[in-house]
Protein backbone atom coordinates (compact mmCIF):
# COMPACT_ATOMS: atom_id res chain seq x y z
CA UNK A 1 0.00 0.00 0.00
CA UNK A 2 2.62 2.17 0.30
CA UNK A 3 3.47 2.88 -3.05
CA UNK A 4 -0.07 4.51 -4.07
CA UNK A 5 0.20 6.54 -1.16
CA UNK A 6 3.72 7.53 -2.58
CA UNK A 7 2.68 8.45 -6.01
CA UNK A 8 -0.49 10.45 -4.21
CA UNK A 9 2.10 12.31 -1.96
CA UNK A 10 4.17 12.84 -5.21
CA UNK A 11 0.79 14.42 -7.26
CA UNK A 12 0.42 16.64 -4.70
CA UNK A 13 3.72 17.74 -4.31
CA UNK A 14 3.47 18.64 -7.94
CA UNK A 15 0.35 20.35 -8.13
CA UNK A 16 1.79 22.02 -5.18
CA UNK A 17 5.01 23.49 -7.24
CA UNK A 18 2.98 24.14 -10.14
CA UNK A 19 0.71 26.30 -8.48
CA UNK A 20 3.22 27.75 -6.97
CA UNK A 21 5.02 29.10 -9.65
CA UNK A 22 2.10 30.67 -11.34
CA UNK A 23 2.29 34.78 -11.39
CA UNK A 24 -0.46 36.49 -8.98
CA UNK A 25 -2.63 38.75 -11.34
CA UNK A 26 -1.90 42.38 -11.58
CA UNK A 27 -4.55 45.39 -11.94
CA UNK A 28 -3.89 47.57 -15.27
CA UNK A 29 -4.99 50.86 -15.80
CA UNK A 30 -7.13 49.91 -18.97
CA UNK A 31 -7.61 52.57 -22.14
CA UNK A 32 -8.79 51.99 -25.29
CA UNK A 33 -6.99 50.46 -28.23
CA UNK A 34 -5.94 53.16 -30.97
CA UNK A 35 -6.09 50.51 -33.83
CA UNK A 36 -9.66 49.46 -33.38
CA UNK A 37 -11.44 52.71 -32.23
CA UNK A 38 -13.82 52.24 -35.18
CA UNK A 39 -15.54 48.43 -36.73
CA UNK A 40 -14.36 49.73 -40.24
CA UNK A 41 -10.67 49.45 -38.21
CA UNK A 42 -11.33 45.79 -37.02
CA UNK A 43 -9.58 42.74 -39.13
CA UNK A 44 -12.32 41.51 -40.66
CA UNK A 45 -16.13 42.40 -42.46
CA UNK A 46 -19.07 42.57 -39.75
CA UNK A 47 -20.34 38.91 -41.24
CA UNK A 48 -17.07 37.02 -41.55
CA UNK A 49 -16.57 33.74 -38.86
CA UNK A 50 -13.71 31.24 -38.68
CA UNK A 51 -11.94 29.58 -35.54
CA UNK A 52 -8.96 29.82 -37.65
CA UNK A 53 -8.96 33.28 -37.26
CA UNK A 54 -9.87 33.75 -33.73
CA UNK A 55 -6.59 31.19 -33.12
CA UNK A 56 -4.47 33.10 -35.25
CA UNK A 57 -4.71 36.28 -33.21
CA UNK A 58 -5.69 34.88 -30.02
CA UNK A 59 -4.14 31.19 -29.58
CA UNK A 60 -5.15 30.96 -26.37
CA UNK A 61 -9.09 31.07 -26.85
CA UNK A 62 -10.65 27.68 -26.26
CA UNK A 63 -13.95 26.37 -28.02
CA UNK A 64 -16.42 25.05 -25.27
CA UNK A 65 -19.69 23.32 -25.22
CA UNK A 66 -22.16 24.98 -22.60
CA UNK A 67 -24.90 22.58 -21.08
CA UNK A 68 -28.05 25.21 -21.51
CA UNK A 69 -29.76 24.75 -17.20
CA UNK A 70 -33.13 25.32 -18.97
CA UNK A 71 -33.19 22.54 -22.57
CA UNK A 72 -29.90 20.61 -21.89
CA UNK A 73 -29.00 21.89 -25.43
CA UNK A 74 -25.19 22.42 -25.83
CA UNK A 75 -24.28 25.66 -27.08
CA UNK A 76 -21.10 26.24 -28.61
CA UNK A 77 -19.01 29.61 -27.19
CA UNK A 78 -15.23 31.06 -27.16
CA UNK A 79 -13.97 31.04 -23.92
CA UNK A 80 -10.42 33.04 -22.37
CA UNK A 81 -8.61 33.45 -19.21
CA UNK A 82 -4.90 33.31 -18.59
CA UNK A 83 -3.09 31.31 -15.91
CA UNK A 84 -2.04 34.26 -13.30
CA UNK A 85 -4.26 33.85 -9.91
CA UNK A 86 -6.72 35.76 -8.00
CA UNK A 87 -9.92 37.63 -9.33
CA UNK A 88 -10.66 39.23 -12.36
CA UNK A 89 -13.20 40.74 -14.51
CA UNK A 90 -15.35 38.55 -17.15
CA UNK A 91 -16.64 40.51 -20.56
CA UNK A 92 -19.60 38.83 -21.98
CA UNK A 93 -19.13 39.66 -25.56
CA UNK A 94 -22.31 38.96 -27.71
CA UNK A 95 -22.18 38.75 -31.31
CA UNK A 96 -24.84 41.00 -33.29
CA UNK A 97 -27.89 40.09 -34.81
CA UNK A 98 -27.01 37.94 -38.06
CA UNK A 99 -23.82 36.03 -36.85
CA UNK A 100 -22.82 33.19 -34.28
CA UNK A 101 -19.92 32.62 -31.77
CA UNK A 102 -17.32 32.97 -34.64
CA UNK A 103 -17.95 36.32 -35.31
CA UNK A 104 -14.96 37.73 -36.11
CA UNK A 105 -15.23 41.35 -35.18
CA UNK A 106 -15.46 40.25 -32.02
CA UNK A 107 -11.92 39.44 -31.93
CA UNK A 108 -10.74 43.07 -30.48
CA UNK A 109 -12.26 42.21 -27.54
CA UNK A 110 -10.49 39.35 -26.85
CA UNK A 111 -7.06 40.80 -27.75
CA UNK A 112 -8.31 44.11 -25.05
CA UNK A 113 -9.51 41.38 -22.59
CA UNK A 114 -6.40 39.52 -22.89
CA UNK A 115 -4.05 42.78 -22.48
CA UNK A 116 -5.68 43.76 -19.06
CA UNK A 117 -5.74 40.37 -18.03
CA UNK A 118 -9.69 39.24 -18.05
CA UNK A 119 -11.45 36.69 -18.31
CA UNK A 120 -13.82 36.94 -21.71
CA UNK A 121 -16.50 34.87 -23.31
CA UNK A 122 -18.12 35.04 -26.56
CA UNK A 123 -21.58 32.72 -26.12
CA UNK A 124 -23.15 31.84 -29.44
CA UNK A 125 -26.86 32.21 -27.08
CA UNK A 126 -28.77 30.31 -30.05
CA UNK A 127 -27.06 32.02 -32.60
CA UNK A 128 -28.31 33.98 -36.02
CA UNK A 129 -31.33 35.89 -35.53
CA UNK A 130 -33.89 33.44 -37.40
CA UNK A 131 -35.52 31.31 -34.96
CA UNK A 132 -37.85 31.06 -32.55
CA UNK A 133 -35.11 30.02 -29.51
CA UNK A 134 -33.07 32.92 -30.49
CA UNK A 135 -34.04 36.50 -30.42
CA UNK A 136 -33.39 37.34 -26.94
CA UNK A 137 -35.79 34.54 -25.95
CA UNK A 138 -35.72 32.83 -23.02
CA UNK A 139 -33.53 29.82 -23.70
CA UNK A 140 -31.18 32.94 -24.89
CA UNK A 141 -31.18 34.94 -22.38
CA UNK A 142 -30.54 31.65 -19.86
CA UNK A 143 -27.67 30.92 -22.17
CA UNK A 144 -26.27 33.98 -20.87
CA UNK A 145 -26.49 33.07 -17.61
CA UNK A 146 -24.88 30.07 -18.02
CA UNK A 147 -22.25 31.30 -19.66
CA UNK A 148 -21.39 33.50 -17.33
CA UNK A 149 -21.69 30.53 -14.60
CA UNK A 150 -19.16 28.80 -16.73
CA UNK A 151 -16.57 31.13 -16.79
CA UNK A 152 -17.11 31.60 -12.63
CA UNK A 153 -16.71 27.57 -12.45
CA UNK A 154 -13.80 27.88 -14.39
CA UNK A 155 -11.52 30.81 -13.72
CA UNK A 156 -11.49 33.32 -10.75
CA UNK A 157 -13.54 35.87 -11.65
CA UNK A 158 -14.26 38.94 -9.62
CA UNK A 159 -18.29 38.35 -9.47
CA UNK A 160 -18.55 42.47 -8.81
CA UNK A 161 -17.11 43.01 -11.58
CA UNK A 162 -19.20 41.39 -14.56
CA UNK A 163 -19.56 43.30 -18.19
CA UNK A 164 -22.10 42.65 -21.18
CA UNK A 165 -21.65 44.36 -24.48
CA UNK A 166 -22.92 44.04 -28.19
CA UNK A 167 -24.31 45.90 -31.27
CA UNK A 168 -27.55 45.15 -33.32
CA UNK A 169 -29.36 42.48 -31.79
CA UNK A 170 -26.52 42.11 -29.50
CA UNK A 171 -26.97 45.06 -28.20
CA UNK A 172 -30.79 44.40 -28.22
CA UNK A 173 -29.97 41.20 -26.37
CA UNK A 174 -27.19 42.58 -23.82
CA UNK A 175 -30.04 45.25 -22.49
CA UNK A 176 -32.97 42.17 -22.01
CA UNK A 177 -30.51 40.96 -20.34
CA UNK A 178 -29.81 43.74 -17.99
CA UNK A 179 -33.55 44.22 -17.48
CA UNK A 180 -33.67 40.09 -16.50
CA UNK A 181 -30.86 39.86 -14.64
CA UNK A 182 -29.67 43.41 -13.14
CA UNK A 183 -27.91 41.39 -10.02
CA UNK A 184 -25.15 40.05 -12.39
CA UNK A 185 -24.06 43.17 -14.64
CA UNK A 186 -21.71 45.60 -13.23
CA UNK A 187 -21.99 47.55 -16.49
CA UNK A 188 -23.88 47.11 -20.05
CA UNK A 189 -22.70 48.34 -23.50
CA UNK A 190 -25.20 48.96 -26.33
CA UNK A 191 -24.34 50.32 -29.42
CA UNK A 192 -27.09 50.96 -32.01
CA UNK A 193 -29.61 48.13 -30.15
CA UNK A 194 -33.35 47.70 -31.27
CA UNK A 195 -35.11 48.91 -27.78
CA UNK A 196 -38.54 47.79 -28.95
CA UNK A 197 -39.03 44.69 -31.66
CA UNK A 198 -42.96 45.55 -32.39
CA UNK A 199 -41.77 49.10 -33.15
CA UNK A 200 -38.83 48.29 -35.40
CA UNK A 201 -40.72 45.68 -37.35
CA UNK A 202 -43.28 48.04 -38.27
CA UNK A 203 -40.32 51.06 -39.40
CA UNK A 204 -38.97 48.20 -41.25
CA UNK A 205 -41.98 47.69 -43.82
CA UNK A 206 -40.32 50.83 -45.65
CA UNK A 207 -37.08 48.40 -46.36
CA UNK A 208 -39.78 45.24 -47.78
CA UNK A 209 -36.24 43.75 -48.90
CA UNK A 210 -34.85 43.16 -45.40
CA UNK A 211 -34.60 39.49 -44.07
CA UNK A 212 -35.38 41.05 -40.52
CA UNK A 213 -38.92 41.76 -41.17
CA UNK A 214 -38.86 37.74 -41.99
CA UNK A 215 -36.55 37.02 -38.92
CA UNK A 216 -39.10 38.85 -36.48
CA UNK A 217 -41.98 36.85 -38.01
CA UNK A 218 -40.07 33.58 -37.69
CA UNK A 219 -39.16 34.59 -34.26
CA UNK A 220 -42.33 35.28 -32.73
CA UNK A 221 -44.43 33.31 -34.28
CA UNK A 222 -46.24 36.13 -37.21
CA UNK A 223 -46.34 39.23 -38.39
CA UNK A 224 -45.95 41.48 -34.68
CA UNK A 225 -49.39 43.84 -35.06
CA UNK A 226 -50.59 45.45 -32.30
CA UNK A 227 -53.02 43.53 -30.53
CA UNK A 228 -51.74 39.96 -31.64
CA UNK A 229 -49.97 37.16 -30.39
CA UNK A 230 -46.51 37.56 -32.36
CA UNK A 231 -46.59 41.28 -31.11
CA UNK A 232 -46.82 40.03 -27.64
CA UNK A 233 -44.27 37.69 -28.02
CA UNK A 234 -41.75 40.32 -29.65
CA UNK A 235 -42.44 42.72 -26.35
CA UNK A 236 -41.22 39.71 -23.80
CA UNK A 237 -37.98 39.83 -26.12
CA UNK A 238 -37.64 43.79 -26.11
CA UNK A 239 -35.72 45.66 -23.68
CA UNK A 240 -38.49 47.99 -23.53
CA UNK A 241 -40.21 45.21 -21.69
CA UNK A 242 -37.42 45.21 -18.98
CA UNK A 243 -35.47 48.03 -18.93
CA UNK A 244 -36.91 49.95 -15.94
CA UNK A 245 -35.38 47.26 -13.99
CA UNK A 246 -31.81 47.77 -14.76
CA UNK A 247 -32.05 51.40 -13.53
CA UNK A 248 -28.93 50.87 -10.83
CA UNK A 249 -26.64 48.62 -13.64
CA UNK A 250 -24.40 51.41 -15.74
CA UNK A 251 -25.36 51.30 -19.47
CA UNK A 252 -23.80 53.05 -22.01
CA UNK A 253 -26.25 53.45 -25.11
CA UNK A 254 -24.32 54.47 -28.72
CA UNK A 255 -25.79 55.68 -31.88
CA UNK A 256 -25.18 56.89 -34.94
CA UNK A 257 -27.62 60.23 -35.58
CA UNK A 258 -27.92 59.27 -39.47
CA UNK A 259 -28.39 55.54 -38.52
CA UNK A 260 -31.41 54.25 -41.17
CA UNK A 261 -31.24 50.54 -40.18
CA UNK A 262 -31.91 50.85 -36.38
CA UNK A 263 -33.29 54.93 -35.83
CA UNK A 264 -32.05 56.52 -33.63
CA UNK A 265 -34.81 56.74 -31.13
CA UNK A 266 -34.17 53.59 -30.12
CA UNK A 267 -31.15 54.63 -28.12
CA UNK A 268 -33.00 57.55 -27.09
CA UNK A 269 -36.19 55.81 -25.58
CA UNK A 270 -34.18 53.85 -22.69
CA UNK A 271 -33.00 56.99 -21.25
CA UNK A 272 -36.91 57.13 -19.94
CA UNK A 273 -36.16 55.03 -17.54
CA UNK A 274 -32.79 54.93 -16.58
CA UNK A 275 -30.61 57.68 -14.80
CA UNK A 276 -28.33 59.99 -17.16
CA UNK A 277 -25.00 59.92 -16.01
CA UNK A 278 -22.55 62.49 -16.76
CA UNK A 279 -19.23 61.82 -19.74
CA UNK A 280 -16.79 63.87 -19.14
CA UNK A 281 -15.51 63.29 -22.27
CA UNK A 282 -18.87 63.66 -24.01
CA UNK A 283 -18.67 67.23 -25.92
CA UNK A 284 -21.90 67.02 -28.42
CA UNK A 285 -25.09 68.87 -27.77
CA UNK A 286 -27.96 66.51 -28.24
CA UNK A 287 -31.55 68.01 -29.56
CA UNK A 288 -34.41 66.10 -28.93
CA UNK A 289 -37.58 66.27 -30.72
CA UNK A 290 -40.15 66.45 -27.62
CA UNK A 291 -43.19 64.22 -27.87
CA UNK A 292 -45.81 63.52 -25.09
CA UNK A 293 -43.86 60.59 -23.58
CA UNK A 294 -44.56 61.26 -19.41
CA UNK A 295 -41.49 60.47 -17.11
CA UNK A 296 -41.53 57.75 -14.52
CA UNK A 297 -42.58 58.91 -10.77
CA UNK A 298 -40.19 60.92 -9.03
CA UNK A 299 -37.70 61.26 -11.94
CA UNK A 300 -37.89 64.85 -13.49
CA UNK A 301 -37.92 65.42 -17.65
CA UNK A 302 -34.24 66.70 -19.07
CA UNK A 303 -34.98 70.23 -20.96
CA UNK A 304 -34.62 70.34 -24.81
CA UNK A 305 -31.52 70.86 -26.30
CA UNK A 306 -29.69 70.32 -22.74
CA UNK A 307 -25.76 69.36 -22.89
CA UNK A 308 -26.12 65.81 -21.62
CA UNK A 309 -22.44 65.54 -20.50
CA UNK A 310 -23.24 68.63 -18.38
CA UNK A 311 -25.84 66.98 -16.25
CA UNK A 312 -24.67 66.04 -12.38
CA UNK A 313 -28.34 64.88 -10.95
CA UNK A 314 -28.34 60.94 -11.06
CA UNK A 315 -32.34 60.88 -11.40
CA UNK A 316 -33.26 62.43 -14.80
CA UNK A 317 -34.94 61.09 -18.04
CA UNK A 318 -35.41 62.64 -21.44
CA UNK A 319 -39.29 62.48 -22.36
CA UNK A 320 -38.81 62.72 -25.56
CA UNK A 321 -38.27 59.86 -28.43
CA UNK A 322 -36.23 61.20 -31.69
CA UNK A 323 -33.00 62.20 -31.84
CA UNK A 324 -32.80 64.99 -34.76
CA UNK A 325 -29.45 65.96 -34.94
CA UNK A 326 -26.01 65.82 -32.47
Not at 61 to 68: A, F, R
Request: glycine share 4%; proline share 9%; hydrophobic share 35%.
Amino acid sequence: MRKPINLLLLLGLVLTLLSACRKERMEKEVARMDEYTTSKKYPSKFADESIQKWKEQVPEIQEIKIKSTLDGNEQPALFYTSETTGPRPLLVMLHSWSSEYLQEVSIPFALWSKEYDWAFIHPNYRGKFDKPEAMASDLAIQDLVDAVNYAKANAEIDESRIYILGSSGGAMTALVAAGRHPEIWAGVVAWVPVFDLVDWYAFSQNYPHRDYNRHVVTACGGEPIPGTPAAEECKRRSPSTYIHNAKDVPIFLAHGTVDVLVPPDHSIRPLTYLPIRPIPSLKRKLTISWKSRPCPRGWKALPPATNISERKTPKLCLCGSQLMSG
